[in-house]
């Protein structure tokens, strides 16, 4: 590294916020709204070194990208595994008992719900007693959301048979 760049990295530690992100800007070639410095010095080193001394190299590169694609197609990706780790078609989730129709959001039976849901679109039928999806029958939609994400949601939220409430009780 030049004595130039070691020079422009150790300026950077007596700027200010403000400073850097004008910096920040002049070499990175966008604006930033950030007021973490620590966070501006080092991307602003990095760059600067980066001009110095070259990127990486050009296979590398496509490696990276290619890497980045195969990540963000992959549609079973999870943060944390299911807890329950049973299939959406085991026999042992079964649910079965009366469903109260009173909720007004309910379709009528024999309506089909699809939700599209890390690439696989996923079809579930409105049965008078509850809910079939991938050949069980489940009570609720919430638990059909938890087969389908292995999370916890609100199944009315999940199949967009209802809005989330605004802030401010509107």
């Not at 700027?15 to 850097?20: D, Y």
């Not at 950030?34 to 990095?46: E, K, L, P, T, Y």
């Not at 085991?90 to 939700?115: F, I």
Request: aromatic letters at 6%; charged letters at 25%; glycine letters at 8%.
């Amino acid at each position: 590294m030049t004595d130039e760049v070691i020079q422009a990295i150790e300026a950077l530690e007596h700027m200010t916020a403000k400073q850097l992100r004008e910096r920040y800007a002049e070499v990175c070639g966008e604006p930033t709204r950030s007021g973490n410095c620590q966070w501006m010095r080092r991307r602003i080193a990095w760059r600067l070194q980066l001009r110095a001394e070259g990127g990486l190299a050009e296979r590398a590169v496509a490696r990276s990208r290619r890497l980045a694609a195969d990540i963000a197609d992959d549609a079973d990706l999870r943060a944390r595994p299911p807890r329950d780790p049973v299939s959406p078609q085991s026999s042992t989730r079964t649910v079965t008992g009366p469903l109260s129709r009173s909720d007004q959001r309910l379709p009528l039976p024999g309506a089909v719900l699809t939700r599209s849901h890390n690439g696989v679109e996923h079809r579930v039928l409105v049965l008078p007693h509850g809910f079939d999806y991938g050949g069980q029958t489940y009570r609720s939609l919430s638990a059909v959301a938890h087969a389908i994400t292995g999370s916890h949601w609100n199944g009315f939220l999940f199949f967009g048979l209802q809005q989330k409430a605004r802030k401010g009780g509107r």
